[in-house]
């Protein structure tokens, strides 16, 4: 069984811990003033006895927790009587609090404001703002430090309803150990932890950053599951408050250490207080406008050099963010070489919400990462085995051996009971006999195949499907898993149409010479015997086959081809990111009555021949700075800030000879505060003589589902060339324009706007007048530019996107043309 599954399950299932014994002390609740019943912002919240606190919110909200041993908290507020109350210890408590004036201290003040005086508080930020770049904890040119990273999961909003569910009757012996977040203020059980201790070496010239994870605990998890460890690592966790935008859930949200932060927030000196010999600042700061993506939080800064020594933040709850409810960031700086700012640690904390209507009563989930930093260098050369090491993220060979003792050393704290009792409550859970079927189902659901250990069947969604030339399609198919071989995948289906009562096939097999954490290498064989549609883009909706694309053609569905194909494929990625393949292909199209094969010289051979031809391709493909999710059959990328390059080059041999190259470049640019721009380019050349099906037949979509990489707007066999070029651009707006409407800013909606440009001729030697086949009817080159344009609503109940497409030329090829369509996809985005 794949352990990623597990962690799918163990989210969806909300298992399990232990006695919460010798807990962090936790609290929260709101100030107020006893006679106007207003919110008290910037009030003092501190452990008695400690200089453990915070202050109030805007809302007179705050909430705290401590690993000391505390039995009391004092609030205050300058002209009010402070207060101490007691808490409860290592446990949760909430603390609503209402504050008396204190009459003896209100002496007559008069107050004139000077209009021409600057604010003193903006004086502060601007100097944090001119010394952003001596301060940034990564100005150096080299740094290297050790780190040690816990990250856990948690269910929330447990209450008496859903312990009673028939469905989880079973696991009732896990809600004994439920707990409360301080942040949110709800019940929570905590099921999944995981710690990370890594080496991370970073250098700014050249521009390269590589991690050495030394030691991994996941609980639940066998000791070989690199894939899950690569992503619990320091570097998916990134990112830097003196950076202009911090990108959070696909969203730029400007930090309050923007360059033109003055422009977005609000800001508040509180306080003042010397510390380590240095006098520092309280400010707070909330936005101006509440749609805008910001934060609303606090930090202390320096008098002297303008440091931000810790801050603590969380996203405004109105920003247009899907399956958020509340996010908290928190970090900490350490004054290193009496010179140098540099992170002691970082706290992530996001409420996980599907529903954002009374997040009191709907199920949710509660991430925290916590990052602590240590023994910090400075400007030392990286070690030369790392420096040339092909990968970014590295994981030691005895990286899953590490005993108690050496936690125990290696935390910075002790865990928690509950924490330590996760590792302990799983194998229990996973004994429950009702809990397989639960795998079982909810993994068929997310991965589109049903595991019976060694062998896993489906997809579920090919296994009928419709066209006017197979009629009604059954399809049976499956592959082998990783419990059957980590180093070999077999895989396979059979299909047959009730229409042509023909049996359609393929089988396959590959053979991966990497381990888990090493480069891709791989070798396979695939053989089909299928139908396919000539043409298509590459949708994952519209595959052949796939039950959505037969419900949501539109027009007829006659245009497939029948094929025969054999590939031989060999794949090596000789750094991270960058990689080859190289495959030799033979393929065989056979003609139908649908699309004929007609020889130009023989008019009378209405269906054709079959098409045959032998080729070799070499694929290149670089995506620099990815982060990348390596699994035992699959690599996942996450995202890349950089243009992602493909290059194709193909020599055809045999009857058909000809040389082909296609190059894309894609990338998503952000276009922050007012979205992010995905783009493609994309050009190529056919040299020499191939008959049209081997022509590059330009992408079109003939269903109702919108499609980013086709031309929603054209038919398949519309438009083909053998010198062509293309450009693609989506802008997402996230939110942007709606924000500012006040009837729609609730509805969370997001603007898209589309367009795409092509352009393509057809060689003498290929055109319709001398090709060697005859083109069928309505397929012809471009004899001008194709433009196509859109506008869209995305984010429709946070999961479909209605695009609104015109068709800008070749609107009088033919009557049938479609020059205004609707289109609309399914999406899940933040």
Same mark, same amino acid.
């Given at each position: 069984?794949?352990?990623?599954? &597990?962690?799918?399950?163990?989210?969806?299932?909300?298992?399990?811990?232990?006695?919460?014994?010798?807990?962090?002390?936790?609290?929260?609740?709101?100030?107020?003033? #006893?006679?106007? *019943?207003?919110?008290?912002?910037?009030?003092?919240?501190?452990?008695?006895?400690?200089? !453990?606190?915070?202050?109030?919110?805007?809302?007179?909200?705050?909430?705290?927790?401590?690993?000391?041993?505390?039995?009391?908290?004092?609030?205050?507020?300058?002209?009010?009587?402070?207060?101490?109350?007691?808490?409860?210890?290592?446990?949760? $408590?909430?603390?609503?609090? #209402?504050?008396?004036?204190?009459?003896?201290?209100?002496?007559?003040?008069?107050?004139?404001?000077? *209009?021409?005086?600057?604010?003193?508080?903006?004086?502060?930020?601007?100097?944090?703002?001119?010394?952003?770049?001596?301060?940034? %904890?990564?100005?150096?040119?080299?740094?290297?430090?050790?780190?040690? =990273?816990?990250?856990?999961?948690?269910?929330?909003?447990?209450?008496?309803?859903?312990?009673? *569910?028939?469905?989880?009757?079973?696991?009732?012996?896990?809600?004994?150990?439920?707990?409360?977040?301080?942040?949110?203020?709800?019940?929570?059980?905590?099921?999944?932890?995981?710690?990370?201790?890594?080496?991370?070496?970073?250098?700014?010239?050249?521009?390269? =950053?590589?991690? !050495?994870?030394?030691?991994?605990?996941?609980?639940?998890?066998?000791?070989?599951?690199?894939?899950?460890?690569?992503? /619990?690592?320091?570097?998916?966790?990134?990112?830097?408050?003196?950076?202009?935008?911090?990108?959070?859930?696909?969203?730029?949200?400007?930090?309050?250490?923007?360059?033109?932060?003055?422009?977005?927030?609000?800001?508040?000196?509180?306080?003042?207080?010397?510390?380590?010999? $240095?006098?520092?600042?309280?400010?707070?700061?909330?936005?101006?406008?509440?749609?805008? #993506?910001?934060?609303?939080?606090?930090?202390?800064?320096?008098?002297?050099?303008?440091?931000?020594?810790?801050?603590?933040?969380?996203?405004?709850?109105?920003?247009?963010?899907?399956?958020?409810?509340?996010?908290?960031?928190?970090?900490?700086?350490?004054?290193?070489?009496?010179? !140098?700012?540099?992170?002691?640690?970082?706290?992530?904390?996001?409420?996980?919400?599907?529903?954002?209507?009374?997040?009191?009563? &709907?199920?949710?989930?509660?991430?925290?990462?916590?990052?602590?930093?240590?023994?910090?260098?400075?400007?030392?050369?990286?070690?030369?085995?790392?420096?040339?090491?092909?990968?970014?993220?590295?994981?030691?060979?005895?990286?899953?051996?590490?005993?108690?003792?050496?936690?125990?050393?290696?935390?910075?704290?002790?865990?928690?009971?509950?924490?330590?009792?996760?590792?302990?409550?799983?194998?229990?859970?996973?004994?429950?006999?009702?809990?397989?079927?639960?795998?079982?189902?909810?993994?068929?659901?997310?991965?589109?195949?049903?595991?019976?250990?060694?062998?896993?069947?489906?997809?579920?969604?090919?296994?009928?499907?419709?066209?006017?030339?197979?009629? /009604?399609?059954?399809?049976?198919?499956?592959?082998?898993?990783?419990?059957?071989?980590?180093?070999?995948?077999?895989?396979?289906?059979? #299909?047959?149409?009730?229409?042509?009562?023909?049996?359609?096939?393929?089988?396959?097999?590959?053979? *991966?010479?990497?381990?888990?954490?090493?480069?891709?290498?791989?070798?396979?064989?695939?053989?089909?015997?299928?139908?396919?549609?000539?043409? $298509?883009?590459?949708?994952?909706?519209?595959?052949?086959?796939?039950?959505?694309?037969?419900?949501?053609?539109?027009?007829?569905?006659?245009?497939?081809?029948?094929?025969?194909?054999?590939?031989?494929?060999?794949?090596?990625?000789?750094?991270?990111?960058?990689?080859?393949?190289?495959?030799?292909?033979?393929?065989?199209?056979?003609?139908?009555?649908?699309?004929?094969?007609?020889?130009?010289?023989?008019?009378?051979?209405?269906?054709?021949?079959?098409?045959?031809?032998?080729?070799?391709?070499?694929?290149?493909?670089?995506? %620099?700075?990815?982060?990348?999710?390596?699994?035992?059959?699959?690599?996942?990328?996450?995202?890349?800030?950089?243009?992602?390059?493909?290059?194709?080059?193909?020599?055809?041999?045999?009857?058909?000879?000809?040389?082909?190259?296609?190059?894309?470049?894609?990338?998503?640019?952000?276009?922050?505060?007012?979205?992010?721009?995905?783009?493609?380019?994309?050009?190529?050349?056919?040299?020499?003589?191939?008959?049209?099906?081997?022509? &590059?037949?330009?992408?079109?979509?003939? /269903?109702?589902?919108?499609?980013?990489?086709?031309?929603?707007?054209?038919?398949?066999?519309?438009?083909?060339?053998?010198?062509?070029?293309?450009?693609?651009?989506?802008?997402?707006?996230?939110?942007?324009?709606?924000?500012k409407i006040p009837l729609l800013k609730k509805m969370n909606l997001r603007t898209v706007v589309t367009g795409k440009a092509l352009w393509g001729t057809l060689s003498d030697n290929n055109n319709r007048m001398n090709a060697p086949l005859l083109f069928p009817e309505g397929l012809s080159d471009l004899s001008k530019p194709y433009f196509e344009a859109g506008v869209g609503i995305e984010n429709i109940f946070k999961i479909a996107r209605i695009d609104a497409v015109w068709r800008l030329s070749h609107r009088d090829t033919r009557s049938d043309i479609d020059k205004f369509?609707?289109?609309?996809?399914?999406?899940? /985005?933040?």
């Open positions: 069984m794949n352990h990623i599954k &597990h962690l799918l399950i163990y989210i969806i299932l909300a298992v399990a811990t232990v006695p919460a014994l010798a807990q962090p002390t936790k609290i929260r609740g709101t100030v107020i003033d #006893a006679t106007t *019943k207003e919110p008290i912002p910037f009030a003092s919240v501190v452990f008695v006895g400690t200089t !453990i606190g915070a202050s109030t919110d805007f809302d007179g909200n705050y909430f705290l927790e401590t690993r000391e041993d505390v039995d009391s908290v004092e609030i205050s507020y300058i002209g009010y009587l402070e207060q101490i109350i007691p808490v409860n210890k290592h446990g949760f $408590k909430t603390i609503n609090v #209402a504050l008396q004036e204190n009459t003896a201290m209100l002496d007559e003040v008069v107050i004139v404001a000077d *209009k021409h005086r600057e604010n003193p508080t903006h004086r502060i930020i601007r100097g944090i703002i001119a010394n952003k770049k001596r301060n940034n %904890p990564e100005r150096s040119n080299s740094f290297q430090y050790d780190s040690y =990273t816990k990250m856990e999961m948690s269910l929330t909003n447990i209450n008496e309803k859903f312990k009673k *569910k028939k469905l989880l009757k079973d696991f009732n012996f896990v809600f004994d150990y439920v707990d409360t977040s301080a942040l949110t203020g709800k019940a929570y059980l905590p099921f999944m932890i995981s710690e990370t201790k890594s080496e991370v070496y970073h250098s700014n010239n050249p521009k390269l =950053t590589k991690e !050495i994870i030394k030691a991994n605990k996941i609980s639940g998890f066998d000791g070989d599951n690199a894939s899950v460890s690569q992503f /619990t690592g320091q570097l998916y966790q990134d990112f830097n408050i003196y950076d202009n935008y911090i990108l959070l859930f696909e969203q730029g949200f400007i930090s309050p250490f923007n360059s033109s932060g003055l422009l977005f927030y609000k800001y508040y000196l509180t306080d003042s207080i010397q510390r380590d010999n $240095k006098l520092q600042y309280n400010i707070s700061f909330q936005p101006k406008n509440p749609k805008d #993506a910001t934060f609303t939080g606090e930090f202390w800064v320096t008098a002297d050099d303008f440091a931000v020594t810790s801050v603590k933040m969380r996203i405004n709850n109105k920003v247009n963010v899907n399956w958020v409810n509340d996010v908290m960031i928190s970090e900490e700086f350490n004054l290193m070489e009496d010179s !140098i700012w540099f992170w002691k640690n970082r706290k992530l904390t996001v409420d996980f919400m599907l529903l954002k209507k009374d997040t009191t009563q &709907h199920k949710g989930f509660l991430g925290t990462s916590t990052i602590h930093f240590d023994n910090v260098v400075f400007n030392k050369p990286m070690p030369e085995q790392f420096a040339k090491a092909k990968n970014n993220i590295l994981i030691d060979a005895e990286v899953y051996e590490k005993g108690d003792d050496y936690w125990d050393e290696a935390r910075p704290y002790e865990l928690s009971k509950s924490e330590k009792g996760i590792y302990e409550m799983v194998d229990s859970i996973k004994s429950v006999p009702i809990y397989q079927t639960y795998v079982d189902i909810i993994s068929t659901v997310l991965t589109g195949y049903y595991d019976f250990g060694d062998f896993e069947i489906g997809p579920y969604y090919k296994l009928l499907s419709f066209n006017d030339i197979e009629g /009604t399609r059954f399809q049976f198919g499956g592959r082998t898993t990783s419990d059957f071989s980590s180093k070999i995948r077999l895989s396979g289906h059979l #299909a047959y149409g009730t229409d042509d009562n023909e049996w359609k096939y393929g089988i396959g097999t590959l053979y *991966k010479f990497s381990e888990k954490n090493d480069l891709w290498e791989s070798a396979s064989v695939n053989y089909t015997h299928d139908m396919e549609q000539l043409g $298509k883009g590459s949708s994952p909706f519209l595959t052949a086959g796939n039950i959505l694309a037969s419900l949501l053609s539109r027009g007829d569905t006659d245009k497939l081809t029948l094929q025969n194909e054999l590939n031989l494929n060999y794949e090596k990625e000789w750094v991270e990111n960058f990689s080859t393949k190289l495959t030799f292909r033979y393929k065989e199209l056979i003609p139908s009555d649908y699309v004929p094969f007609t020889p130009a010289n023989d008019v009378d051979n209405l269906i054709g021949e079959s098409i045959k031809t032998n080729e070799i391709e070499l694929s290149t493909r670089w995506s %620099p700075r990815a982060k990348v999710i390596r699994r035992t059959f699959s690599r996942m990328q996450i995202t890349s800030s950089l243009p992602i390059l493909n290059l194709k080059m193909a020599v055809g041999l045999g009857d058909y000879k000809y040389q082909k190259v296609d190059f894309l470049m894609e990338h998503t640019l952000p276009v922050y505060p007012i979205g992010h721009t995905y783009y493609t380019l994309r050009g190529g050349k056919i040299f020499g003589d191939a008959p049209f099906p081997l022509l &590059h037949l330009h992408e079109g979509n003939e /269903t109702y589902v919108y499609d980013t990489y086709a031309y929603n707007l054209m038919d398949y066999y519309e438009f083909a060339s053998d010198t062509y070029a293309s450009i693609g651009a989506e802008h997402h707006f996230m939110g942007f324009l709606f924000n369509g609707i289109r609309a996809t399914l999406q899940l /985005t933040f």
